[in-house]
């Protein structure tokens, strides 16, 4: 059982390059979200799936694109890359709207220059 | 005003201390309250939650929550080397939303 795993650990892109983040959960959880983590700043969701082909928007969501086309897999991508994409994006899970216990991957730190 | 404050520290006690950490909150509608543990270059990890008011115990750590001031606390008695990490709180509203909202996170070193 891995949990909630992330690829890659880090990425450098330069300005205007496209990625993808990978993040599979094995849990079987229906609730999967994205967030990214600025130093000092907290955790900001970036957007959030309750199921396979549903997401929504989050708090932050411009720049960024979701799908979710299985339950384990919740692809994060970001179109023409800005400068001010630069942090360390985590993916979560959670099993159900009611739960409050979240389950974090390792994190990607991507520096875009 | 933000919806969840936190003050970032850092903090910094030697070992034994008792260690208080803090929260307020503007929204009155939130009734979870959760303390998340994140170790350096890893991802946060639930360490204790509460619902609604009170307090809960759990080892060396204690969580309280005081919704008439909009104010939650964790406390680590008898610190130690291994509990540096940054405290980031969450809140929650019952039924209905999927999302936490994080404060920003306090970093604690606990020298030996």
């Known amino acids: 059982n891995a949990g909630v795993t992330q690829t890659p650990k880090f990425r450098i892109l330069k300005i205007g390059q496209s990625m993808t983040l990978q993040c599979t959960q094995d849990m079987n959880h229906n609730y999967m979200y994205w967030y990214r983590q600025d130093p000092g700043m907290g955790l900001k969701l970036i957007y959030y799936?309750?199921?396979?082909?549903?997401?929504d928007k989050g708090e932050v969501p411009n720049g960024y694109n979701v799908s979710r086309s299985t339950t384990e897999d919740f692809p994060l991508r970001l179109e023409l890359a800005a400068p001010s994409q630069t942090s360390v994006y985590f993916c979560?899970?959670?099993?159900?709207?009611?739960?409050?216990?979240?389950?974090f991957g390792p994190g990607t730190r991507l520096t875009v220059t | 005003q933000k919806e969840v404050e936190q003050d970032p520290g850092p903090l910094s006690v030697p070992e034994g201390a008792i260690v208080s950490l803090n929260c307020t909150y503007s929204?009155?509608?939130?009734?979870?309250f959760m303390w998340y543990r994140q170790y350096s270059r890893k991802g946060p990890e639930l360490l204790m939650y509460?619902?609604?008011?009170g307090n809960k115990e759990d080892g060396r750590f204690t969580a309280q929550v005081d919704k008439s001031s909009k104010y939650i606390s964790l406390f680590i008695r008898d610190s130690q080397p291994s509990d540096s990490a940054t405290y980031l709180c969450?809140?929650?509203?019952?039924?209905?939303?999927?999302?936490?909202?994080f404060g920003k996170g306090t970093k604690l070193t606990v020298n030996p």
């Open positions: 979560a899970s959670s099993l159900t709207s009611g739960s409050f216990e979240q389950y």
């Open positions: 929204n009155s509608a939130f009734q979870y």
């Open positions: 969450a809140m929650r509203t019952q039924g209905g939303s999927e999302k936490l909202v």
């Open positions: 799936s309750v199921g396979a082909g549903i997401t």
């Open positions: 509460t619902y609604s008011s």
